[in-house]
Structure formats: C-alpha cells, structure tokens
C-alpha cells in the first residue's frame, strides 16, 4: 500500500527481526511502527522532544532499545518505557551516539558523546565496562 509521510523527519529506520513490519523515528522524537501489509503505524512512541540518536529491536522481540540522553528500553506490547540505562560516572549533558547488542541479546554496547564506550548487563542495568578517550599529553 502507498503510505505519506514526512520523509524528510525519518531520522533512523530499521525492520523488525520477522521482517513483518518497520521502525522509524523522526526528528520530532516520535518512533512509529508501520506493518508491511497496513495502511497506516500500529504503535506510536514519543520518547522525547527531539530525534532519538539510535533504536535496536532486541532479539527476544518484545524490547526496544532507544538512545537519548540514557538508553530508555520499551515494552513494545505496552508501548512504555519500562527501564533507563544510566552510567554515573558519563557526563550528564552526553548523548548516546551509536549502540550495539551482543547477539544472545545480554549485553548492550553504547558510544556517547562525551567520548566513553559503556556496557551494560541488560537484565540488572549494571554497567560492566567503560571506556574513556585517551587523553594525550
């Protein structure tokens, strides 16, 4: 079916593991669920005022991974944010940049603006290992 929209919002894209339905996020800090075979989104999320910076499905299929200010992770069926992710240690004004899970889906891997690689155990929020910029004298 032919869909209209504001592609010039579309900030980051990504399909679901089934290949079923599409993820989109736009700069008004919205993600949208659009199935393959329906006129219209199914789930609206509004995480912020502005673009989220990255999203992941996790592989169990009922999460949504969201990169802010701290990774917000969503119960899709529920369409609500259920956890943050937050390292004490990073810089309160730092975004989260780019992040990756760990294939069984564990541990998440993120980069910041302020420069540091954190991971993190999924099920206790724990951060398991941080990175910072070398500094060079």
């Known amino acids: 079916p032919r869909r209209e929209f504001d592609v010039d919002m579309v900030t980051r894209l990504l399909f679901t ?7 989109t996020t736009t700069a008004a ?3 949208v669920w659009w199935p393959i075979d329906a ?3 199914s789930k609206r999320f509004q995480v912020r005022k ?8 996790h592989p ?16 899709i069926e529920q369409e609500k944010m ?7 240690l990073r810089d309160r004004a730092a975004t989260i940049r780019r992040m990756s ?17 954190i991971v993190w155990d999924l099920e206790t929020g724990d ?11």
Do not use: N, Y
């Open 17 to 23: 593991p089934k290949g079923d339905a599409f993820l």
């Open 29 to 31: 800090g919205e993600i």
């Open 39 to 41: 006129d219209k989104p």
């Open 50 to 57: 502005w673009g989220p910076t990255d999203m992941l499905l």
């Open 60 to 75: 169990d299929g009922k999460r949504l991974l969201v990169g802010v200010e701290k990774v917000q992770i969503w119960d």
């Open 82 to 88: 259920v956890k943050e992710l937050e390292d004490p």
């Open 101 to 117: 899970l760990c294939p069984d889906g564990r541990h998440l891997l993120a980069s910041s603006s302020d420069k540091t690689l």
């Open 127 to 137: 951060v398991k290992q941080r990175l910072v910029e070398k500094t060079h004298c």
